[in-house]
């Protein structure tokens, strides 16, 4: 499903973010990417969007072959992904019903399809209520997990997480973290950076430790623990 | 495809809207870039009317001279008279003078005329008053010898066939048309002009070598009467006007054939062969004008291309920084289409739009502000000089208002399209 092989990115400014990491990730999966800020994971997870192209190595994704990715075929690439960041990125003028339709209507559903979905959505995720409100009058969590509908309304093979808990308090984060499991049960493989201690310790789902761009690390059923060594 | 367009549209109207200020700037100098396009658009389009109207317009005229210097061809041969000769032996003497010239070469026998001192004479003296008359006294017939006018075949050799004919025995003196005419008029009174027949012959030959021409167009070849013209101009004179052209006769203005030219850009060529016939007194034409004007033509065209390109780049970087704004204000909104997998034409979509509609308002805009300027101008001119207007031949704003309004649309959608893709472009790789 996900393949990295050696690895590596050197960032203009002359930064090697990644020194030679290779994993491999099955259909299926829950995997957290944990380690330090600038160990890597944001790098691992710019790559896999290719939003940064790797300097080296090779990155298979659904069998595709990443750095081989011309420049107008990487929407249709993205649209096999979904992602979900910190910060949520929803857009303030739209309500939370159009904020997921709004991923339809970008990759040209029709308006049948919309209709369809995003309520479905909107049901999983828990805000079948909240349906016509803006996302300033929703608490963070609410706003994550409209987030999280946007990422999977068109049904993606990878969901990819970026510190999706990392403005939640814990309680919120544990109940985002009930949903993504949810989502996984359903058949999506998910790939999550975290710092969030606690959640990689309860989950027991396989952890990749990344520090200093390499990967020390990787195991399954696997804890947070004895990582930090500074 | 309908639904990306209406999508494009209602984005890139709503921000318009969100740029307030920056839209309206941006919509003011862009009309104001196209204004000045227009300028010289309309004064092209103005220019070519008038040139390819007077090319229409454009005849020469060819006038036919009535005047015996120029158009009297006639050779005079005067017959010696000797006083002691009777008045038998004196006529045997012309009919051997009249054999003798028919013999001889390059002489037009049919044209040999005879003339009597006599009936010159009394023709001279019919128009002097009664005084001028008492000063000739002696009436004498021998005052101006009797001669025989005649006309040449071939006048490349006239100056050979006058001496010939000034060796004949019996010949007094030969003068050409020009010099009895000198001779003529210095003793008075005789007129100046050829006679009737002679004209139509002359008018006739005249016609003829026009059309032997070939840039000239020989099935449009008009007449004027000199007569006719000079009277119908005397109708439009006010009595006080007319005063003025009292006791000019009425063939002042000469008879003119009007013709039409093939080619007008060796006018020159044609209108020089046109002063080289015989018996054309002058050749008017309106070349010159059309030099002038051709020139003006090319000097605009000039300048309009540097100020179109000018004008248009002000236009392309107006447009692309207020599209920059809507661009920055939407980085956001673009980052997480890049995100979800939106293309880059669906991206961009909405401010190419917002680039078109800009330029479009603008364009329309400029129209209202030419129509108005070109209305205004029109008024003016016509009501301070309408024989100005009328002759040169301005064009009317409902005559070229479409290929304004066209210029302006395809000019204000192709720059906004192309502002705005260019600040578009630098946020798509993301």
Known sequence: ?230 | MFRAIRRAFTEGVSGMAKNGLMTVTSLLVVTACIFVFGVFLMCIFNINHMTSKMANDYQVDVYVSRDVTVADDSVSVFVARDFSFDDAAYQEKLNSVETLIMGVPNVDVSSIAYTSAKTKLEGFLSALSEEEKADYEVPSDGVIADSFSLRLEDYDSKVETLRLLGELKGVQEVLDGKETYAYLSSLGGLSSQVSTARYDEIKAQIKTEIMKLGNVDSQDIGFVDGKEKFASFKEGLSAQELKDFEGLPDDLIPDAYTVKLKDLSIADETIAELEALPYVESVENSRELIAVIDNLKDIVQKISIWIIVAFALVSLFIISNTIKLTVHNRRKEINIMKYVGATDSYIRGPFIMEGIMLGILSALFAFFVSQWTYEGLMSAISSSASAISANIGLMKFADLWGSLLGAYLVLGGVIGAFGSSISVRRYLHV
């Open chain 1, 1 to 230: 499903m996900i393949t990295f092989e050696n690895v590596s990115k050197i960032y203009d400014n002359g930064y090697g973010a990644l020194k030679g990491v290779s994993f491999h990730i099955d259909k299926g999966e829950f995997v957290f990417l944990v380690g330090s800020s600038a160990a890597g994971k944001s790098t691992i997870i710019k790559l896999m969007m290719k939003e940064e192209s790797a300097t080296g190595g090779s990155i298979f994704i659904n069998d595709i072959d990443v750095n081989a990715l011309r420049h107008r075929e990487i929407p249709y690439f993205r649209r096999t992904l979904g992602v979900v960041f910190q910060d949520f990125r929803l857009l303030p003028n739209k309500n939370v019903q159009e904020n997921v339709a709004y991923a339809m209507e970008i990759v040209g559903a029709s308006n049948k399809e919309i209709r369809k979905n995003v309520p479905a959505v909107l049901s999983q995720v828990g805000l079948s209520a909240k349906a016509k409100m803006y996302p300033h009058q929703l608490s963070g969590g609410e706003q994550q997990r409209v987030a999280i509908a946007r990422a999977i309304v068109n049904n993606p093979v990878v969901l990819i997480a970026d510190e999706p808990t990392g403005n939640l308090d814990p309680e919120t984060a544990h109940e985002i973290m009930a949903i993504m499991e949810e989502i996984n049960k359903r058949g999506t493989t998910v790939v999550m950076a975290t710092h969030a201690e606690n959640i990689v310790n309860d989950m027991k789902k396989r952890v990749i430790v990344v520090e200093k761009g390499i990967i020390t690390r990787d195991e399954n059923e696997g804890g947070y623990g004895y990582v930090q060594s500074n």
